[in-house]
C-alpha cells in the first residue's frame, strides 16, 4: 500500500481553494505536490500562500508529471470530461466535482477511459459524507422508519454564482438539483425512473441569457414506487439552506438544519441564530470525509461509494428533469433520448 498520494488540484477558484486547504491541512497521507490554474498568477499566487512545490498555468504540466499520483479536478464542469479522458490516459487516479460532465455521450466515454485505465475515479456529490445524511442512511438501512415512502427535500443557495459560471454550469436541474437526485438515490438504495419539473427566473434577469432559471422544481417516482419532490433555488437571502425528510411507513426521518450554531441570542431586538452562509461552511466536514475516503480508495484499491457510474445515473436524471421542465410533461428517466439536453 503507497501511503504518500501526491496529489494535484486542477482550478484553484471557489471549491478548488477550498479542496486544496482541505488536502494540506486535513487529510492524512495526501500530499498536495501541484496546483494549477489557467488563470494568470492563481496557481503561483496559491502555492505562494501554502508552500506548495510546483504550480503551473497548464494541466498537461500535471498530468503528464510522473511525481503526481492523483487529480482533484475543480474547474469549470464544461472542461472535466477532457481532462478526466487525459488523466485516465495518463494513469492518475481522479477526484472530480460534480456534475461528472455536461452529456450522457461524454459521461459514457469517460466511464469507458476510467475502466481501461484501472484507475480509481470518485465524484464529489459530497452530502454522502455529511454526518447528518451518513447517519440518515444507516438507519433507513436499520429499517429504524421501515420502507421510506416519501422524499422531499431543499436545496437553497444564498445567491446565485457569476455569469461566467452559470454559462458552463448545465443549468439548475443539473448543477443544483443533481445533489438531491444523487442523495435520493442514496438513501432510497433504488432509482429514480420518471421526473416531472417546473421553474421561473424570479430574481436573477441575467440567466435569461443562458436558458437557465434561479427557481424549480421536480417531481419525482422511484422504482419501489415511493415518491418526492425537491425544490432548488438562488433566490435564499437567510443563508444556505440544504435539509432533507423521509417519511418512512414506520416513522419519518429530517435530515440538516438551518443553524451554523446551537445558541439562540434573545434581546431587546428580538430572537435570533446564526445560519449557514455558505457550502464551505455547511459541509466543511462532508468535504473533508470524502477526499479522506478517495485517499483510502487510493491505497487499498477499495471502490469509492460515489463513482463515475453514480455519477452518470444522477446526470441522466438531471438531464431527463430539464427536458421534463422544457416540454412540460413528466419524463421517464430510462425512455429519455440524451440528444435533447441543453437548457
Ligand atoms: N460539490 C459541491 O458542492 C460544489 C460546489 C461548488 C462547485 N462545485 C463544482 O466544482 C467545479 C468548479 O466550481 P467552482 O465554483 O470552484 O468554479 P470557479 O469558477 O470558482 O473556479 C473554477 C476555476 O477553474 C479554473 N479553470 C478554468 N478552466 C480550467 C482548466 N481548463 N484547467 C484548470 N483550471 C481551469 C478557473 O480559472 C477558476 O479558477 C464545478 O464543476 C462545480 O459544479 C461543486
Known amino acids: 500500500m503507497k501511503k504518500r498520494i501526491n496529489i494535484a488540484v486542477l482550478g484553484l477558484g471557489r471549491l478548488g481553494y477550498s479542496h486544496t486547504k482541505n488536502l494540506l491541512t486535513e487529510v492524512h497521507g495526501a500530499y498536495l505536490y501541484m496546483v494549477v490554474d489557467p488563470l494568470p498568477g492563481r496557481a503561483k499566487e496559491v502555492a505562494g500562500e501554502f508552500g506548495i512545490e510546483f504550480h503551473s498555468t497548464n494541466i498537461e504540466d500535471a498530468l503528464t508529471h510522473p511525481g503526481v499520483d492523483a487529480v482533484v479536478i475543480v474547474t469549470p464542469t464544461s472542461t472535466h470530461a477532457e481532462i478526466i479522458k487525459k488523466a485516465a490516459y495518463y494513469q492518475k487516479h481522479i477526484f472530480v466535482e460534480k456534475p461528472l460532465t455536461l452529456n450522457l455521450e461524454e459521461s459514457e466515454k469517460v466511464s469507458v477511459a476510467v475502466k481501461k485505465a484501472g484507475i480509481i475515479c470518485q465524484v464529489g456529490f459530497m452530502r454522502r459524507f455529511d454526518p447528518g445524511y451518513v447517519d440518515a442512511k444507516r438507519r433507513i438501512d436499520n429499517g429504524e422508519i421501515g420502507r421510506p415512502l416519501y422524499f422531499k427535500a431543499f436545496t437553497r443557495d444564498p445567491g446565485s454564482p457569476p455569469p461566467e459560471f452559470i454559462k458552463s454550469s448545465g443549468g439548475i436541474f443539473v448543477d443544483c ?167
Request: aromatic share 12%; glycine share 6%.
Open 177 to 343: 438539483s443533481i445533489h438531491d437526485y444523487d442523495i435520493a438515490r442514496y438513501l432510497f438504495n433504488t432509482e429514480i425512473t420518471s421526473v416531472a419539473a417546473h421553474g421561473n427566473i424570479l430574481k436573477y434577469d441575467f440567466m435569461k441569457e443562458f436558458n437557465d432559471l434561479d427557481h424549480g422544481l421536480t417531481y419525482v417516482e422511484f422504482a419501489n414506487g415511493a415518491i418526492g419532490d425537491m425544490e432548488v433555488s438562488r433566490n435564499s437571502p437567510y443563508g444556505y439552506d440544504i435539509r432533507a425528510e423521509v417519511i418512512g411507513t414506520e416513522g419519518a426521518l429530517f435530515v440538516g438544519d438551518l443553524r451554523e450554531q446551537q445558541v439562540t441570542i434573545l434581546n431587546q431586538d428580538g430572537s435570533n441564530f446564526k445560519v449557514f452562509p455558505d457550502f464551505q461552511t455547511r459541509f466543511r466536514v462532508a468535504y473533508i470525509e470524502e477526499l479522506k475516503h478517495f485517499i483510502h480508495c487510493i491505497q487499498t484499491g477499495e471502490k469509492p461509494i460515489v463513482d463515475d457510474k453514480d455519477a452518470t445515473q444522477d446526470l441522466r436524471v438531471a438531464l431527463a428533469a430539464t427536458h421534463a421542465y422544457q416540454t412540460g410533461k413528466k419524463v421517464i428517466v430510462e425512455e429519455f433520448a440524451p440528444e435533447k439536453t441543453h437548457l
